[in-house]
């Protein structure tokens, strides 16, 4: 297969002025007209014009309007070639395509009644013969045609030209973009929609009109995306400046779709899931989900669209820089202490793993095979980071300055992570050079901490020493600049003043060390205590650190700690240790060590605490991030000692956890405190019921009574996944009261196919039988086998049927899907993490998929990067 390089990028020699589409829409066979705008670069050229297109039944094709002769084109595979193209031309081509037939949801596809588009990153390509390439930025108008009746809306980018009728009960749609765009921003809808509308007012006065287009059985499901997109524009303008530039701003809803959303220019398609909700229907994560979303798409019209992408090695420059931008939006709208541990929480469970195995790549990568595997954890999720440290070390203020010169320079234009710290540099005055590593090295460095305190000196030194494992293709690792925010704490629990020898901001109680070389010490002077390090304060760094701290000193933090993201770690690195020692020697952890008991004592006694951070103390480190820190991952024992911890925390403080249940139950209200109090209460009942089984009547009470799906779903939930009760009256019931809602049934399929039970296997199995299961479908695909891949005791059971069973599955849907199937390889690519049998079994499996016919060229870069 073609590998692409970075290196390997030139400048277009092409550019398109104008596109002009004229698309008669029909479900079997759709005809595309395009009229592009072409015009050479350089006048020494005379290289033949390649354009891209895939899966494309070529009817006409003329050149300034004259039918071209067949010796002045080729078709190859993925292109046409012209090969005498003039300088400045028109090319009209005439083609046609099978929506219905799209089952890989990249280009135009027909679902559920609906035409949709997916174009990034390469889908556009599927529709037309283009230049199919990010820095490509041209001018589109599009006629729409299709049949009325089914499809009375339709939509495309930008401002609404005219419409009208046309023969045989058609009509038709003109939208004109008038921002350039490369086609990866291109969109269009027809469907039978209904429409929520309101408005926005931008700081300079202009009315926006906004829009969500969903079914009509909907239209009340939407009041949670139109409220997050309003507070989404007002943030961007507050914190950043940014206004929205066109009339409309349009957001289709479709239950088909292969990922979350797509920022298209002014029409933005979401994923259902991240747009509908009511509190019957939508859990309160739900709503947290649409919120950050909807922001998400929003803000990449300037961080994406107004500056877009020179080629797709810069995918973080919008992703990375996207998604710091809805973090911050979500941690300003909601508590930023939780905001922040469930980002990294995240950060920990999908990107660490995916830095430490063999699909290890930078945050801009260097070579790929298909692009549609770099939309990982890695590009957003630590490319986030990487912007967060940068604004860490220049501060707020002074980011802001480099974000507007930023827009500035590069309205318009299609840049690189280059340009991006360029004008960081070019407004601040900061060199950011050392910078530049984070985005080129692949792998979490692991930061060593030892303090020593010197009585006699009043001193304490502070060392830090930074190394990173081999990744592919990167055996020796540099040292990475690496803030690592600091206080240090007196015995009595204050937060000391820290004096440095040659350090400016003498006397602060808190600092920011920038560890730059593979070891640096620190000295303080004026201690007089021992103190205590709070380090890496809000995970300042996305980092692993060692701290050779011992159970004292986390008990310590754990109570005393003023940052709420470092008191979470201090509560976490407790429990871990109490998993640790009891998976070691293999018993369970049936007793709760004595300082992680009055740790959680404390929290559980401090009414004032704001019950979802509360929650967030109170939960355990999931079995992922246990597994994280062994050698050798062992599944049983992991999740043995887990639910012998959740026991055990369960009968020592049952009377807290009954009394919280209890005086936690509120009427339903959506906002913060009351989610945070559900979620709490809702944990509550977990560990009563871990610890006392008389609790089953409580949680069917629950799951019958909730008025919210929040607490019926916490105990359908928690009621499945009971290792041993019978619950098919409840899967039965839960099915029949959602059936006509898929993001409801979708949960009844995940939560069955991530129930740590021995008969899980076999009901997947049977799942993939039930009349509600769809292959086409990715929300539904991703629900039973997405959720089995990580189902951990169930995955990797010993005798390997986890392993055949997911490898079976992925066969068939790559056939239909390659997208999809590439991902949900994603667990079988960790086979190093686990022991020799284990490791046989899941290669096994790899090399079998490997020998598949017709592997696509997204599973197949996947395969040959975990088999290397
Ligand atoms: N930019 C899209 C992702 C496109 C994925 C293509 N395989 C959504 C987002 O990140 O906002
Ligand atoms: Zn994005």
Known sequence: PLVIHREDYRPPRFVVDAVDLDIQLDPELTQVRARLHLRRQSEADDQPLRLCGEGLALLEIRQDGQTLPKDQYRLEEGALLLLHPPRDFVLETLVQIRPIANTALSGLYFANGHFITQCEAEGFRRITYYLDRPDVLARFGVTLHAEQGPHPVLLANGNRIAAGQEAHGRHWVRWEDPFPKPCYLFALVAGDLGCVRDHFRTASGREVALEIYVEAHHLDACAQAMDALQRAMAWDERVYGREYDLDRYMIVATDTFNMGAMENKGLNIFNSKYVLARPETATDTDYQGIESVIAHEYFHNWTGNRVTLRDWFQLSLKEGLTVFRDQEFSADENSRGVQRIGDVR???????????????????????????????????????????????????????????????????????????????????????????????????????????????????????????????????????????????????????????????????????????????????????EPPIPSLLRGFSAPVRLEMGFGDAQRAFLASHDDDPFNRWEAMQGLALQALLAAIDQSHGAGVLPELLHGALAAVLSDAQMDPAYRAELLTLPSEDYVGEQMAVIDVEGIHCAREALRRAMGSAFGEQWAADYESLAFPYSRDGVSSGRRRLRNLALAYLLASDASYLDRTRQQYRQADNMTDHLAAFSLLVHQPDADVSDILADFYQRWQQHPLVIDKWFAIQASAPRPDTLAKAQALLQHPAFDWRTPNRVRALLGSLGANATVFHAADGSGYAFLAAQIRHLDELNPQIAARLATPLSRWQRYDAQRQGLMRQALEDLAGKANLSRDLGEVLEKSLK
């Open 346 to 528: 995240r950060l920990r469970a999908a990107q660490f793993p995916e830095d430490a195995g063999p699909l290890a790549h930078p945050v801009r990568p260097d070579a790929y095979i298909e692009i549609n595997n770099f939309y990982t954890a890695t590009v957003y999720e630590k490319g986030a980071e990487v912007v967060r440290m940068i604004h860490t070390v220049l501060g707020a203020a002074a980011f802001r300055q480099g974000m507007d010169l930023y827009f500035a320079r590069h309205d318009g234009q299609a840049v690189t992570i280059e340009d991006f710290l360029a004008a960081m540099e070019g407004a601040t005055g900061r060199d950011l050079a050392a910078f530049r590593l984070w985005y080129s090295q692949a792998g979490t460095p692991v930061v060593h901490a030892a303090g020593r305190y010197d009585p006699a000196q009043r001193r304490y030194s502070l060392t830090l020493r930074q190394e990173a494992a081999p990744t592919p293709g990167q055996p020796e690792k540099r040292p990475l600049p690496i803030p690592v925010r600091m206080a240090l704490f007196s015995p009595a629990g204050q937060a000391m003043p820290l004096r440095g020898q040659e350090e400016d901001g003498a006397g602060d109680r808190e600092r920011i060390l920038m560890l730059d070389t593979a070891e640096q010490t620190w000295i303080f002077t004026e201690v007089s």
